[in-house]
């Protein structure tokens, strides 16, 4: 296996992605980044320093110095940041800013799987593999209510429903990097599909690449 070997996985909010990047992350020991965790801490961030509301000018500041500390927030899964990282994921200036940040983490030595909306598009156009995971609007909506319920938060289907639709609707047609499978991606739909067959299916995709020697 070569030196430098990118994992891309996109695909929209409670489809699965981040734990399938985790678990094959874990799997071939490679380092994983959820990229959708530095838009949530940026999002946030704006919010606070602009008391509520995202200012563009601001939000580009975040993106430029964000730390570490910044993504190790507990409030980083909330409904609130998830709100927010979709808005300033539309803001050119934000993306450009953090191109850098996961450009470096693609390369670094060892493998690396990045999990988002716009990896295997924008990020890596050249990753070694990747994969585009979805489900049906009615088992992501699902999925997403039971987490929110489990860590106590007080919510409805159809309020979840509503912001994962209203989410979705924001990434597909932003004008910078909107949410699209890439053309070479490979699907991994999760509707009817447990997770651990959904790592196994993208193991075994990798795998085969391997064995082909085509990376």
Known sequence: MKKHFTIAIDGPAAA????IARAIAAHFGFAHLDTGMLYRAVGVKTLEL????????????????????DL????????????????VATDPGV????????????RRDGGAVLDGRDIGT?????????FFVTASDTVRAQRRY?????????????????????????D????????????DAHLLDTTEL????????AVAVINKRIEQGRI
């Open 16 to 19: 699965g992605k981040g734990t």
């Open 146 to 170: 039971a987490e929110l319920i489990g860590k106590g938060v007080d919510t409805t289907l159809d309020r979840v429903a509503n912001d994962l639709a209203q989410r979705d609707a924001r």
């Open 72 to 87: 190790e927030r507990d409030d980083l899964r909330s409904q609130m940041a998830s709100r927010a990282a979709s808005r």
């Open 194 to 201: 447990d997770i651990d067959a959904a790592v196994a299916n």
């Open 95 to 106: 993306r450009a800013a953090l191109l850098e940040f996961q450009h470096k983490f693609a």
């Open 122 to 130: 924008v990020i890596c156009p050249d990753a070694d593999v990747k």
């Open 172 to 183: 597909a047609s932003r004008d910078a990097a909107p949410m699209v499978a890439a053309t």
């Open 50 to 69: 602009g008391r509520g509301t995202i200012d563009p000018v601001t939000a580009r500041d975040v993106a430029t110095n964000l730390s570490q500390d």
